[in-house]
């Protein structure tokens, strides 16, 4: 069956050949989006440092208790590439895939939760969009984790203008308040991963987190798929 399958995916490839999203170069692994030579040009996170302590200066990690991400955000790149085809050209299963490969990088690492809170869209941007990148790779790692994606226990109240031309403070400010707890399940005791599609300034995820600890005892994880390590490269990110 399985060698049935590979002459039929080679046929396929022959028939309706795939290219690499980023440099357009002919693929032929079904499950990949890029080929290996951009895949190799990612700088992928580095889960030996501390990175609540070490940008604790420069955002806001104090709400969180540890965050993490598969990949550094670099403009003009494929890390860019990869978050603008999940965010605004509907590559929802890229998304998916890209979750699954946070979701296997975190269970390398041996990092857990009980579950997994997306970032909200307030309903009008999920209207417009058409659906919630951050809910999409949340449950690409919940796939690999096995562990529930919950989507009914934040809701984003306020439509927030975009943070692209907005500084650190200015990020903060725009967030504050726009969150809600539309959920009555008891969270007490638990760890859950709030998951963003990008971590800039963090002040995003630190607002939603900060709103669940006011109500209950738990630990939370920032995740993200991109983390800017670069401060300089926060207004190089459309929101």
């Known amino acids: 069956m399985f060698f049935l399958k590979n002459i ?28 290996s030579d951009c895949y190799r040009k990612l700088s992928y996170f580095d889960y030996s440092i501390n990175h609540k302590e070490y940008y604790a200066e420069e955002k806001y990690c104090n709400k969180v208790d540890n965050l993490y991400s598969l990949f550094y955000f670099e403009p003009n790149s494929i890390s860019q590439n990869i978050i603008h085809l999940i965010k605004y050209q509907n590559k929802q299963k890229l998304g998916l895939y890209m979750g699954r490969k946070l979701g296997e990088t975190l269970l390398e690492h041996g990092i857990k939760a009980d579950m997994i809170i997306p ?24 796939e690999v984790l096995k562990i529930p994606t ?43 991963f709030i998951l963003d599609d990008v971590i800039t300034s963090g002040a ?23 983390y800017v390590k670069d401060k300089h490269d926060i207004l190089k990110i459309e929101t």
């Open 119 to 142: 970032v909200p869209l307030h309903k009008s941007r999920k209207r417009e969009r058409g659906y919630n990148q951050s809910e999409i790779i949340s449950l690409g790692v919940a």
């Open 204 to 226: 995003t995820i630190s607002e939603c987190s900060n709103l669940l600890k006011s109500k209950f005892n738990i630990k939370v994880i920032s995740l993200s798929l991109a």
């Open 150 to 192: 919950l989507t009914k226990i934040l809701t984003r109240e306020r439509n927030t203008i975009s943070q692209t031309e907005l500084n650190r403070a200015e990020r903060k400010q725009n967030v504050s308040g726009a969150f809600r707890i539309s959920n009555d399940i008891d969270l007490n005791n638990k760890t859950i």
């Open 8 to 35: 039929f995916n080679s046929f396929i490839d022959i028939i309706f050949p795939r290219y690499c999203f980023n440099c357009e170069n002919l693929i032929l692994n079904e499950d990949n989006y890029f080929c």
